[in-house]
Nanobody, 121 residues
Framework: HVQLVESGGGSALTGGSLRLSCTAS????????MGWFRQVAGKEREDVAA???????RYNWLLEGRMTISHGSAKNTVYLQMNRLKVEDSGMYYC????????????????WGQGTQVTVS
């Protein structure tokens, strides 16, 4: 079983920044993918970014450039740095985990965090 704990959501002004963090624990092994999805108003749940343990990243191309995913000092912690925030970035952000490869589809991830709210005004 894998547990994911997110933090770092909150409020920001348009053009501002927020950093989300997520730590995975449990039976995570040594080769896995951690990432972020979001649910924003009026849209399907969408991928934001993901990173595999060896450092390879993937991004939603529509968000790349404003969002940066990275590991912490330990690979089981990932950060999502969100810059130049827009009102339309407001929503619930979910940390995800899966074994091995990173995929863009939400159905590929069985393990989800509880979500952290981001509000941009």
């Amino acid at each position: 079983h894998v547990q994911l704990v997110e933090s770092g959501g909150g409020s920001a002004l348009t053009g501002g920044s927020l950093r989300l963090s997520c730590t995975a624990s449990g039976s995570i092994g040594s080769d896995y993918c951690m990432g972020w999805f979001r649910q924003v108003a009026g849209k399907e749940r969408e991928d934001v970014a993901a990173i595999r343990t060896h450092g390879m990243t993937r991004y939603n191309w529509l968000l790349e450039g404003r969002m940066t995913i990275s590991h912490g000092s330990a690979k089981n912690t990932v950060y999502l740095q969100m810059n130049r925030l827009k009102v339309e970035d407001s929503g619930m952000y979910y940390c995800v985990w899966r074994d091995s490869l990173c995929y863009p589809g939400a159905d590929e991830y069985r393990h989800w965090g509880q979500g952290t709210q981001v509000t941009v005004s």
